[in-house]
């Protein structure tokens, strides 16, 4: 079975600080690769996916990911964090029909 | 705006209650999914469905069923409520092609008391 490990619970980075959320992933067959975020209270909303292409993915709100095959790895960033981006982040991979989620990297911005 | 919408944000429910949690989209996807969250836990799936009538045990299937009759309708229920079912639970819908993700409703925080 496919399986998500984020690395790290919980990341503090100041405003303007490079935000890294990392994700790394076991898969058998060439995977497709999620991340999501969730604002207070919400449900989760898409950021960006890797499905086949380009390796640098560019989500919404200035987030990019770059799929790295030989590293299984699928590590989030952004050059400069805002106050808004503060939320939790989930990692997903494909396994047929569904998605297998990491179990969350809650990201604080403090000014 | 394509939604999925689940028809209650907070519930307060009894020990040994049967409980009945419903989720519409309106987008005509075939897939619809039920996840529970809880911290440090991340997204664990219940159960999911692929077609009318169809279901899937995901992860966590114990002491819960779902009933898809209409297309766009994923209900999930919870035959006897206990305390360890208090948790957020999240239904999603995809369609057939996996690469385009999930789109997700809300959530549903569910209290048993």
């Known amino acids: 079975a496919q399986s998500v490990t984020q690395l790290g619970s919980h990341v503090s980075v100041s405003e303007g600080a490079l935000v890294l959320l990392r994700c790394n992933y076991s898969?058998?067959?060439?995977?497709?690769l999620f991340w999501y975020v969730q604002y207070p209270n919400q449900g989760l909303q898409l950021l960006l996916k890797?499905?086949?292409?380009?390796?640098l993915v560019k989500g919404i709100n200035g987030f990019e990911a770059e799929f790295k095959k030989s590293e299984t790895s699928f590590h989030l960033t952004k050059p400069s964090a805002h106050m808004s981006d503060a939320a939790e982040y989930f990692c997903?991979?494909?396994?047929?029909?569904?998605?297998?989620f990491g179990k969350g990297t809650t990201l604080s911005v403090s000014s | 705006d394509v939604k999925v919408t689940q028809s209650s944000r907070y519930l307060v429910k009894r020990t040994g209650e049967k409980v009945f949690l419903e989720c519409v989209q309106d987008m005509d996807h075939e897939n619809m999914f039920w996840y529970r969250q809880d911290p440090g836990l991340g997204l664990r799936l219940i159960y999911f469905?692929?077609?009318?009538?169809?279901?899937e045990k995901g992860d966590i299937p114990e002491g819960y069923s779902v009933s898809r009759e209409k297309k766009e309708r994923f209900s999930l229920i919870l035959e006897s409520a206990s305390t360890n079912q208090t948790s957020m639970y999240l239904c999603?819908?995809?369609?057939?092609?996996?690469?385009?993700?999930?789109?997700f409703g809300s959530g549903t925080r569910l209290t048993v008391v």
């Open positions: 999603a819908s995809s369609t057939r092609q996996v690469g385009y993700g999930y789109t």
């Open positions: 890797y499905t086949t292409g380009a390796t």
């Open positions: 469905s692929y077609d009318v009538k169809m279901k």
């Open positions: 997903a991979v494909s396994e047929r029909t569904a998605l297998i």
């Open positions: 898969s058998s067959v060439p995977p497709y």
